[in-house]
């Protein structure tokens, strides 16, 4: 009889815990300013900004979140879409800060991340100069260390017991909006890495930190 008795308590205790879990779901959009042109030439410099204040508002609130004292930062992928399909491409270009700063690694792919001046002056201005000609589509997006954290509830974005969410409704917005990923859209390649058909996705979600163009001789 004890023994069923501390099950029953045991199991109480589970279902309270799970009862009383509780969730928050951010909407941040991030404001990514892209030089806003289709097509570049081989040297030229591609300027990615971002300028964020310390107060974001939370867009599925409607509340400002103070973000003082938490350190963001963000991967920009660049991958090259026309005949010579190459997923990772970040290694065809020049990248350098004029404001922030950059740091990469690489293992099998090459990887990029975007930092802001400090941890409180939430700004970066980083520029590419393309050394190949090509097609390209880049995207800007918090860094994966993130999602690690959301899965693991270590976020600690506010001081709740909840945990706490990013995706999928915080993302960067690129020139509000403004998407020009029509340039590759329906280009499919077979990638060399897998051998599967790889295809460019249709504009609307390419608003969300995104931004393609091509780049002459």
Not at 6 to 21: D, H, P, T, W
Request: hydrophobic content about 35%; overall charge negative.
């Amino acid at each position: 009889m004890p023994k069923i008795y501390i099950l029953f308590l045991f199991l109480l205790v589970i279902a309270c815990g799970s009862k009383n879990r509780c969730y928050i779901n951010y909407g941040f959009k991030f404001p990514l300013s892209v030089t806003p042109k289709d097509v570049f030439s081989i040297g030229d410099t591609i300027w990615y900004e971002m300028n964020l204040s310390n107060q974001l508002l939370d867009e599925n609130t409607g509340n400002y979140i103070d973000l003082t004292d938490y350190e963001l930062f963000f991967d920009l992928t660049i991958g090259k879409v026309d005949t010579d399909f190459i997923y990772s491409a970040n290694h065809l270009f020049d990248i350098h800060s004029q404001i922030g700063k950059i740091s990469k690694k690489v293992n099998h792919f090459h990887y990029t991340y975007l930092h802001f001046s400090s941890i409180n002056e939430k700004h970066f201005k980083i520029g590419l100069i393309p050394t190949q000609k090509g097609c390209y589509e880049t995207e800007v997006s918090l860094a994966d260390i993130f999602i690690e954290k959301e899965e693991n509830d270590e976020l600690n974005i506010t001081e709740t017991e909840c945990w706490e969410k990013l995706w999928p409704d915080t993302y960067a917005f690129t020139n509000n909006g403004q998407c020009n990923h029509y340039l590759v859209d329906g280009i499919c390649q077979y990638s060399p890495y897998d051998s599967t058909l790889a295809c460019s996705v249709d504009s609307v979600h390419y608003t969300k930190g995104a931004y393609a163009f091509c780049v002459k001789d």
